[in-house]
T-cell receptor, first 116, second 113 residues
Framework: AQKVTQAQTEISVVEKEDVTLDCVYE???????LFWYKQPPSGELVFLIR??????QNEISGRYSWNFQKSTSSFNFTITASQVVDSAVYFC?????????????FGTGTRLTIIP | DTEVTQTPKHLVMGMTNKKSLKCEQH?????MYWYKQKAKKPPELMFV???????INESVPSRFSPECPNSSLLNLHLHALQPEDSALYLC????????????FGPGTRLTVT
């Protein structure tokens, strides 16, 4: 069965510090997709990134970067030079390549607080 | 445009009331989803519609009744709810299948009194 673990329940950092959010997943499939979502206090989940299991290239988007390592089943997310607007709950999620599968398995989330 | 809209934003209802939550997307997505999220928990999938047909029901109690009138609209009809049903209800849409990201609406915060 698939599982996503986000061991960090809450993280607080001072503004402008870098912070890494960890995500470890379990799956028996060789084909799967990984996602990160941001949920600010307003409640809406905002899609950040999608990565398939065959693409291990790291990705950078502005201050955000993602490190995907199949060898350790991890898909970590780093925010560089954090800002107060980054304060939110971040969810890592996994979907397996099964016919008709529409389900996302979410981790429990990491609450990130950026202290001004 | 990656917008999913939901109405109402907040809803308070008694246990004997009947109400409906509405969701709309205009991204041409063929899959639409209802999630329930309790405080400090991840979203829990309730229902999935694919091409306007119910494809997944995660053993949700019958007091929740989904409806997909067309490819852009998704409703969730509520009847005889319990206080433990109080939660944030999120709607999402996607191109469908396991490989596409889901786009979420802002949610309806439901309180059952």
């Amino acid at each position: 069965a698939q599982k996503v673990t986000q061991a960090q329940t809450e993280i607080s950092v001072v503004e402008k510090e870098d912070v890494t959010l960890d995500c470890v997943y379990e799956t028996r499939d060789t084909t799967y997709y990984l996602f990160w979502y941001k949920q600010p206090p307003s409640g809406e989940l905002v899609f950040l990134i999608r990565r398939n299991s065959f693409d291990e290239q790291n990705e950078i988007s502005g201050r955000y970067s993602w490190n995907f390592q199949k060898s350790t089943s991890s898909f970590n997310f780093t925010i560089t030079a954090s800002q107060v607007v980054d304060s939110a709950v971040y969810f890592c999620a996994l979907s397996e390549a099964q016919f008709g599968n529409e389900k996302l398995t979410f981790g429990t989330g990491t609450r990130l607080t950026i202290i001004p | 445009d990656t917008e999913v809209t939901q109405t109402p934003k907040h809803l308070v209802m008694g246990m004997t009331n009947k109400k409906s939550l509405k969701c709309e997307q205009h991204m041409g997505h063929r899959a639409m989803y209802w999630y329930k999220q309790k405080a400090k928990k991840p979203p829990e999938l309730m229902f999935v519609y694919s091409y306007e047909k119910l494809s997944i029901n995660e053993s949700v109690p019958s007091r929740f009744s989904p409806e997909c009138p067309n490819s852009s609209l998704l409703n969730l009809h509520l009847h005889a709810l319990q206080p433990e049903d109080s939660a944030l209800y999120l709607c999402a849409s996607s191109h469908g299948g396991y490989s596409y990201e889901q786009y979420f609406g802002p949610g309806t915060r439901l309180t059952v009194t």
